[in-house]
């Protein structure tokens, strides 16, 4: 059975740190490109970054460049999302993704709120 289970969100301090893990099982996680997303309320859900099956390419969106680290672990079938330097507008749901066949598939997605 195809599983993205998604864990570490949490509430945090402007300028703290989270770390967020997408496990997942049922599938060639090695074989495929992961991505993160996140949807802020009131707003269309956006990409956070990419990752190829390797790791060896890696890109982010603009504004999480430089505060953001996506990476994977094709041992573990884990992909990690590294936030640092959050602000309160990285306040989302965030979700793992990946695309096979023509479809996509997501984890439930979990909570992060940056706030004082």
């Known amino acids: 059975q195809l599983q993205l289970v998604v864990s570490g969100g949490g509430l945090v301090l402007p300028g703290g740190s989270l770390s967020l893990f997408c496990a997942a099982s049922g599938f060639s996680f090695s074989a495929l490109a992961m991505r993160w997303y996140r949807q802020a309320p009131g707003k269309e859900r956006e990409l956070v970054a990419t990752?190829?099956?390797?790791?060896?390419?890696?890109n982010y969106a603009d504004s999480m460049k430089g505060r953001f680290t996506i990476s994977r672990d094709n041992r573990k079938n884990t992909v990690y999302l590294q936030m640092d330097s959050l602000k309160r507008e990285d306040t989302a749901v965030y979700y793992c993704s990946f695309s096979s066949s023509g479809n996509d598939y997501w984890g439930r997605g979990t909570q992060v709120t940056v706030s004082s």
């Open positions: 990752i190829s099956r390797s790791g060896d390419t890696i």
